[in-house]
């Protein structure tokens, strides 16, 4: 420790009084020792310091001439005092008695300090040319020290005084010869507080008084007659050596031959009892408060304005000036360092910092707390010593969260039959402030934009699938079209809140979806094929045109028309067309149908397979605007024709007229489609479509063959006609043999 004035200064800030000031540091201890040589008031605040102990010393006696003087009182105490104004008295040292007579040396004078009296010490026996005298006696002696122990406290006798004669003892001593006895022994104790009855200091004790020694050359020297025996009092760290009392010393042939001095003198002429003093030694408080713990803010997570308070827990009441500074705690949140300033508990040991969350500050895995800084502030003890700064045993914070975003919906999603929303929050939400409680379908609401359908405000139902994700029931009216926007939002500014408390705004964004479209797409007419005749193998294509594009799946079937063909029921299966609004039938006419008076055209059916639109919905299967089949026909029987108005036979080379007649009417056929054998057509006229005429003329002698091949003509429907049967017409033109007839009597008649 180095004394300075500071040192000096924290003595006398507890302590004033005293003819000197000592200051010094032990085992890290500091130490303030005052010490009274004369009487004087020891000012005691007592404020953080405490009185270790103190010494008191009476006076020694004076020595007699011959005889050394008594040891004053000693009293070492290790006793607490009270703050306040402590009178101190010193007694000075007897008086020597330097006069050859019988005459002891004076007694010393108490010394008393803080209730307690150190007798002085009784003076030494005197010397005379024919008498010695012994050293007066010195008694112990009852002080009473306030309400708490009554103290015994001793002092030293006298030392006796001598000659070549006589030789006696200190106070209180036996007389045998040629050597005096030990004057008389004070009491010796320590006096300690809370027990009961104790013993005074120790007095020194009393001269021995010694023969002198003849000196042939020199005479009559003294003897080694002392005073009483200085009792030393060693205080810790600092030898602080109390002596009342004296030793005797030789004179060594001095004229005063014989003499035993009081006090510490070494001459005749320092014989006097040394001077009692009052040493107080009191400890000044130089421990640094420390802090021994930090209380931490409780986990959870704080929103913008929620305070954070950190309580500094110390060894010691602190206070804390916050003149040139404020003291602060430096904080990491997320990424960026913020200051808890100090706020409250200035003389305590419980000191309060606290930072309150701006906007924007964000941290999902826990604040840290670092460093504690004065900050040109002080933060000190009662004895002004600075707060060690280091914290120590700082709570977990790894649950201490901040948030100050508003919770927000990151998704929503809407069922295909658009009566559920999903509703997805970047967090998980709550309907209260702090951190509790399921959402209800009153903290939504929802609204539609656009398209024909509308929708009730408050949801129908809620359900939790976690507590970031919510399914709205969506309760809709009118039939979606698709260009319908569903949005919802928060119902009101105090609806929906994140754990840290944070409330959600109702404007948010990610929040729509587009209804799907319910109007089912519908046949809006249906083209037939062309009006005419269709024969086997002949295809029959209806085209089924729809409000919007369609897409027909066949996985679990085909789609299909009924048609009726005649009387029986035929199916147009889809063939084409998916994806768009035109899709296409067909049906292939078989052999031996026939309609004559037009098909008719039935129902259409999904027959397993799908026909939807974009958005999934079934198209109605109703068939509207059905184009007109009255014309129709089917018609799958070949033409016949027949070779009518033959003769039997001809006999001449004059054209005969013949007769084509179809079973119906046909196209394609000419006279060119006339086969004459031995002979030729001419003449070709057309009746109407299925009748015909030729004049037939034979060129010679014989059969005329007459015939229609197959597949020269066509009915409607284009069945090429079955051959005709062929035809033969005689031609005769030998003249007939005259006929020979027979009479009744057996005659013959020829003739012409």
Partial sequence: FVRDANADDRCNAVATGGNELTTFESSGNFYCVRTFTSSGTFQWNGTNATVVDFVIVGGGGGGGYGGGGGSGGVIQAFAPIGAQDWPITVGQGGVANNSANTNPGGTGGDSSAFGLVARGGAGGGGYGPSQEAQGASCSATNVTTGATATINIGCGG?????????????????????????????????????SGNYGGGGGGAGGDGRHAVWDAALGFQSGSGSGGAGVATTITASPLTVASGGNGQNANGDVERYYGSGGNGVNKLDR?????????????????????????????????????????NTSENVTVVTTGGTPQIALTIGSTTRQATYASGSGSSSL??????????????????????????????????????????????????????????????????????????????????????????????????????????????????????????????????GNETLSVVPSGAAAIYDVAGNAASTTQSNNTASLTEKVAPTVSSVSVPSAGSYKAGDTLSFTVNTSENVTVVTTGGTPQIALTIGSTTRQATYTTGTGTSALVFSYTVQASETDTDGISVGTLSANGGTLKDAAGNDMNLTLNSVGSTAAILVDTTAPTVLIQNIPTAVNSTSPFSVTFKFSEDVSGFDMGDILVTNGSAGNFTTTDANTYSADITPDAGGNIAINISDNIAQD????????????????DIAAPTAPTIGTSNGSTLSGT
Avoid: C, H, M
Avoid at 724 to 729: E, N, S
């Fill in 158 to 194: 006298g030392g006796g005084g001598t000659s070549s004669n006589n030789y006696n003892s200190g106070g209180d001593g036996a007389f045998p010869k040629p050597y005096g006895n030990d004057g008389g022994d004070g009491q010796s104790a320590n006096f300690r507080a809370g």
């Fill in 272 to 312: 006097n009892g040394a001077d009692g003093v009052v040493i107080v030694r009191y400890e000044l408080d130089i421990t640094a408060p420390t802090v021994s713990s930090v209380s931490v803010p409780s986990a959870g997570s704080y929103k913008a304005g929620d305070t954070l308070s950190f309580t500094v």
């Fill in 716 to 731: 409607a429907a284009s069945n090429n006609n079955i051959a005709a049967t062929q035809v033969t017409v005689a031609y």
């Fill in 352 to 481: 309060v910092f606290s930072y309150t969350v701006q906007a924007g500050d964000t941290d999902t895995d826990g604040i840290a707390v670092g460093t504690l800084s004065a900050n040109s502030g002080t933060l000190k003890d009662a004895a002004g010593n600075d707060l060690n700064l280091t914290l120590n045993s700082v709570g977990s914070t790894s649950s201490v969260l901040v948030d100050t975003t508003a919770p927000s919906i990151s998704s929503v999603s809407l069922n295909a039959a658009n009566d559920a929303l999903t509703v997805t929050f970047l967090e998980d939400v709550y309907n209260t402030n702090g951190g509790a409680g399921d959402l209800e379908a009153s903290d939504f609401a929802l609204s539609i934009s656009g398209g024909t359908a509308t929708v009730t405000a408050t949801p129908s139902s809620i359900i939790k699938t976690s507590q970031s994700v919510w399914v709205l029931g969506v309760s809709l009216s009118g039939t979606p079209d």
